[in-house]
């Protein structure tokens, strides 16, 4: 699994779900014609002139197939991990440690990507702001009110996040919503051990138990 996550997390164009593509590239490359050929499959249009296309399609992966590889931040040491542990209070699962160590420290996967494990880390073009850090993420949560065993893992776009919990058995990945229900409750949906399928494919597909 190490191996395989390496070679999405360390592809610019397999590292998330979705990738960009530049407009005049892809009318370079295949026609005008393609455009409207894959409108449908469009995930949105950039102001730089480039689209947003799925992963794994045919435009991202011509257009990335000689960029450089490696990881958007490098893999961090165990005493990082130790670190971030003592902030948290709590020993991250076997599978998170070789992740941060072996992989990256963040940045690729579904959604939102996963967060890093300690702050400063920026993007290429993320000039507003650093990439998600776990731990700080963690450290406002409790504040809120969230159970002091969920980790944050990634945003999952509009009031969802991914996190993690720390005590339950085989830590099971939890889908929070803080949308409000009727009942006055937050929804959370509990996966397995990992977010929808990224090390074989991007779409989800995990039995859940949803409360709320």
């Avoid at 009318?27 to 947003?52: A, F, P």
């Avoid at 579904?110 to 400063?120: C, K, Q, V």
């Avoid at 803080?178 to 779409?203: D, I």
Wanted: one cysteine or more; aromatic letters at 8%.
């Amino acid at each position: 699994m190490i191996k395989a996550l390496q070679d999405r997390a360390w592809d610019p164009g397999l590292r998330f779900d979705r990738a960009d593509a530049p407009v005049a590239w892809i009318i370079e490359r295949y026609g005008k014609h393609r455009l409207e050929q894959i409108r449908n499959g469009v995930v949105s249009y950039g102001s730089d002139g480039t689209v947003e296309l799925r992963a794994e399609t045919e435009e991202v992966t011509d257009y990335y197939a000689d960029a450089p590889r490696g990881p958007l931040f490098p893999p961090i040491s165990l005493p990082d991990i130790e670190k971030a542990e003592h902030r948290i209070g709590r020993r991250l699962p076997e599978l998170l440690r070789r992740l941060y160590t072996e992989v990256a420290n963040g940045g690729f996967g579904p959604d939102g990507g996963l967060a890093s494990l300690n702050d400063g880390n920026r993007a290429p073009g993320h000039v507003r702001r650093d990439w998600p850090c776990a731990a700080s993420v963690h450290e406002r949560n409790l504040s809120e009110g969230m159970p002091p065993s969920w980790l944050f893992l990634a945003y999952g776009g509009c009031t969802m996040e991914w996190h993690v919990s720390l005590s339950a058995v085989d830590n099971p990945v939890l889908l929070y919503d803080a949308t409000v229900t009727p009942s006055g409750k937050a929804l959370t949906t509990a996966f397995a051990m990992r977010p929808p399928h990224y090390e074989n494919g991007c779409g989800p597909g995990l039995t859940a138990a949803t409360s709320g």
